[in-house]
């Protein structure tokens, strides 16, 4: 299962037990809306939660990664496991994108420079048609 909080230049996923294809897929629509209107974006991916990942979701990863090399300006990855880091970080190697992996959201988050903001869902349209 995932959760997604959008922003205007970021998107965040995190990810719980096992994640499937159809799963990367709503990801990836989310994504592909968002970066038509705000690209390049930041990715913030919270693995801590992540048990397991189908072969089709991790090429289904692979595949979207490489389509979308120059679509995302820094990944940072928030995991407790080196094996879910180092997936996640082989996944995205073949991208030409800015990925750290950390051990604690509030530290991707100052990575990624970002000031608490308020998910695209709640602003007021005028904000959002710049």
């Keep these: 299962m ?11 996923l995190r990810a719980f037990g096992r994640l499937t294809l159809d ?45 979308h090399a120059h679509d995302f300006a820094r990944i940072a990855i928030v995991s407790d496991s080196q094996w879910v880091a180092w997936a996640a970080l082989l996944s995205l190697a073949l991208m030409e ?13 100052e990575w990624l420079g970002e000031a608490i903001e308020m998910p695209v869902e709640q602003m007021p349209a005028e ?3 710049h």
């Design 23 to 67: 799963e990367c897929r709503e990801f990836e629509q989310l994504s592909d809306y968002r970066i038509h209107f705000a690209a390049p974006l930041d990715l913030l991916l919270d693995l801590r939660e992540l048990e397991s990942c189908s072969l089709d979701a991790l090429i289904e990863q692979v595949r979207y990664g490489r389509l």
């Design 97 to 109: 994108i800015e990925v750290r992996v950390f051990d604690d959201d509030d530290m991707a988050h």
């Design 127 to 129: 904000l959002l048609l």
């Design 2 to 12: 995932i959760s997604t909080d959008v922003f205007v230049d970021r998107l965040e």
